[in-house]
């Protein structure tokens, strides 16, 4: 059967708005210069991801022909692609992701790249399972793993990763699996709530938003949607002074509210905890592993895990000091500015 040719979706005005509209940045190897003017204006391309701090890792991960190497969080691909780049046609990576939609995206992405399972095994599971993939494939000679949410995924009103746009409140990046964010509030209590709140972002008014949702959950008016969380939001701070500062501190809750969610919803730091402790059996002598992290409890997890390695000999090297994107990249891409790299070497 012949396949119908599924029209574009229209838009009112001279500039796509909504992320379904934007049909040019979804086609990039179609659209190249509108590709590069939402880049040089400092915007990520809808369906995109901008991959961070690439010069850095491959600095440090020193990757040599002939190697094998773990990208534990394959996302967008862009890392995986230029690290299969400095393999020169030989050796191998594998890559994990747990999300089923853009999974399947990157593997076609990498393919048309040139990248088939001759030089690139991808996998759809948890890093918190490295034990198990080094196990049959390793030890590997270099690992990365970028702990960000991937902006395609952040931008896709479907997944409900952003306050800015109406969308159902899931943030899985399974979403075939475990419990949706709007079903994970129905099960918290207000002191649950505001616990983790504090624990996962460090939110100052973590018991005035827990509060809110408390008493919405008590008129029985749930929260399905991220519009319905971030209006939650809005009308917990509504205490606070009208003045220029009241809009932007409730940007800033609403981000460290989704964030920590997100963080729950998916179990983070327990995964992470997890692949730090299984971390050391799966490099190879003189192994190099480098980690990306976007929030402070993460940085403080990676620290603790790389200074207890090397004091127990685990680790010959490892990062004294946080490593940051530059100024001129976070001008470029402004999602690299929380990010911090740490790295380490383990013993020969």
Known sequence: MEEQHKRRVRYKGTH???YAEKYKEHHPEKYADTIEKVIRKGSTPAGMHLSIMVQEILDFLQIKPE????????GYGGHTRRMLEQL????????????????????KRLEQAGYGTDRLTILQENFAKIDQIANAHG???????DLGVSSMQIDNPKRGFSYKTEGPLDLRLNPEKGISAAERLKELTQEELAGMLVENSDEPYAAEIAAEINRMQRRREPIETTTQLREAIGKALSFLPDNSEKKDLVKKTCQRTFQALRIDVNSEFEVLEAFLGKLPDALAPHGRVAILTFHSGEDRM?????????????????SEEVIRPSAEECRQNPRARSTKMRWAVKTG
């Open 302 to 318: 990676v620290k603790k895990a790389f200074k207890q390695g090397k004091k127990q000999g685990i680790f010959s090297e490892i």
């Open 88 to 107: 020169q046609g030989t050796g191998h990576i594998w890559a994990l992701d747990v999300d089923p939609i853009e999974i399947v995206r990157t593997q």
């Open 16 to 18: 796509p708005k909504t």
């Open 67 to 74: 190697q094998k190497g773990l990208d534990a969080t394959l």
């Open 139 to 145: 030890p590997f000679d270099f690992i990365l793993a």
